[in-house]
């Protein structure tokens, strides 16, 4: 034969044996890609359920269903290839090589298969790039976040980054980070240790009520404003670390200021012209009163730092709430699941409410002072307290992977997961205060009139201050004794492992 015959023939065969050797490369592609695919995602789930115990329903929901199909989606195209490649060598695709029986069933299936051509390996592309990406899962935890707008109590804010649902968080962790992902998981036996310790403060110590500021003078609407402002204020007192202030008497003097003025009040507020000329107003009215009663801090922030975002908050209560705070609780034409929800949800768009300590502080304060009524069980939303994020790691009511030395309460689920913990043990320390009320006279005392939604969110609240107060004291202890006999330390916002 010829040279030229030779190239000729040489050249007919390639585009025969060219989609061969792509389903022979999607099959041996496909089945190695999923063993370090998949092996690495389920070694740190077992490793997960090893330190931790594991996640929980949502999590196997949301991360470990997404692994099964993306395992059944590989098993699928690896078996697709390699029946497409049964079918070519059944065609005489590969010179030289001729495998009988094409005329069976079997035969023509995997012919069929075969005759697809450049499809099965565009689609075992295609199916092997959606596991990789681990794009089930993410489509879920994203339908779980949509599911959480539902204006349904339960439901709402139930998945999300500052959703109830830690398991939603454990898979978002996991989807996130791969093989390098550190999630938390609640121990409920640990859960249990800090409540019975909570318990215990409480019944040495009583539930006196303590950082408990009175509600101001004003009408639902102003006491709105008034808190509103007032955790602005605190928080950017923090952030520039002045002074501690009493916080009790800045909410009476503004209820004051209200008072006398109605600078708080909707129709006051919105006739002073910008957010810059609010606060000189606030200031001008607070300082002298204030300077009065502490002269050690006679002030509040002056500078251009707290002007800027008392003006921001204030610009935007006008334009888009008309001067009124409350209306956050509201939404037309379909409503919020109850009014703490809606203000929690608008409330992230003002400057210094939107992370997890003062947004929460807020809507507790116009729950507290009446601005809007507790319409469900589950209005008490914990703010975040790194005491207590050291306190329920401390005692395993949360835990972490054994490889994880030191943890900074900055991660995408680290600060969320410490609320989720905190409020498991709320539940058991409120249950058993309202079991006991008797023994608590002046909390009994201060839910005698209330509706019973509103009673177990004051008992709620004195639970949420009592695990704090609680953490407080176990770690000024544990500092005192160089934390001798603990699991963790806590340097800031990072706890160690002691």
């Not at 001729?98 to 295609?126: D, M, P």
């Not at 804010?157 to 454990?170: C, K, N």
């Not at 916080?247 to 503004?254: A, F, S």
């Not at 401390?394 to 905190?422: C, H, W, Y």
Request: neutral net charge; proline residues 4%; contains cysteine.
């Amino acid at each position: 034969m010829s040279t030229a015959s030779v190239n000729k023939a040489a050249a007919a065969a390639v585009p025969a044996i060219a989609p061969l050797l792509g389903n022979i490369v999607v099959a041996v592609g496909g089945a190695v890609t999923a063993w370090s695919t998949l092996s690495t995602r389920f070694q740190r789930v077992q490793r997960f359920d090893t330190d931790t115990g594991g996640g929980e329903m949502s999590f196997r929901i949301f991360y470990l269903v997404p692994q099964y199909l993306n395992a059944l989606l590989f098993i699928a195209l690896i078996l697709i290839a390699s029946i497409a490649t049964l079918g070519g060598l059944m065609t005489s695709a590969a010179p030289g090589i001729h495998i009988s029986g094409s005329e069976s069933w079997v035969g023509r299936v995997a012919v069929g298969f075969y005759e697809l051509g450049w499809w099965v390996v565009i689609l075992g592309a295609a199916a092997g790039g959606i596991a990789v990406m681990d794009l089930i899962a993410r489509v879920e935890l994203l339908a779980g976040r949509v599911i959480s707008w539902l204006p349904i109590a339960g439901i709402e804010e139930r998945y999300g980054v500052d959703g109830r649902s830690l398991g939603w968080l454990q898979a978002k962790e996991l989807v996130r980070a791969g093989g390098s992902a550190l999630p938390l998981a609640i121990d409920h036996d640990g859960i249990d240790r800090v409540a019975e310790a909570t318990l215990t403060y409480v019944m040495a110590t009583g539930l006196a009520g303590r950082y408990r500021a009175a509600p101001p003078h004003g009408t639902p609407s102003g006491k709105g404003n008034i808190a509103l402002f007032a955790c602005i204020i605190e928080q950017v007192e923090y952030d520039l670390q002045k002074p501690t202030r009493d916080w009790d008497k800045l909410y009476e003097v503004l209820g004051d200021l209200n008072q006398s003025t109605n600078l708080f009040e909707p129709a006051q507020l919105v006739a002073v012209t910008d957010g810059k000329a609010f606060h000189a107003t606030l200031k001008a009215g607070l300082d002298p009163i204030l300077a009065a009663f502490n002269p050690a801090q006679p002030e509040i922030p002056g500078g251009s730092v707290a002007r800027d975002f008392v003006a921001a908050a204030f610009d935007r209560l006008k334009a888009k709430f008309d001067g009124d705070a409350i209306q956050m609780a509201f939404r037309q034409p379909i409503g919020f699941s109850s009014h703490a929800t809606g203000l929690r949800a608008r409330a992230r768009h003002f400057p210094k409410l939107n992370d997890d300590k003062m947004g929460p502080q807020f809507v507790k304060l116009c729950l507290r002072f009446g601005a809007i009524d507790v319409s469900d069980k589950d209005a008490l939303i914990p703010a975040f307290s790194s005491s207590i994020g050291w306190f329920l790691l401390n005692n395993d009511a949360l835990t972490a992977l054994q490889e994880v030395k030191s943890l900074t309460f900055r991660g995408p689920m680290n600060r969320p997961a410490v609320r989720i913990a905190e409020k498991r043990v709320i539940k058991i320390v409120a249950d058993e205060i309202e079991a006991s009320i008797a023994a608590y006279p002046n909390v009994a005392a201060a839910v005698a009139s209330l509706s019973a939604a509103a009673t177990r969110w004051y008992i709620e609240q004195e639970a949420d201050t009592a695990v704090w107060s609680t953490a407080q004291h176990a770690l000024g202890a544990a500092r005192a004794a160089n934390w001798v006999g603990c699991r963790w330390k806590l340097d800031d916002l990072t706890a160690t492992r002691v």
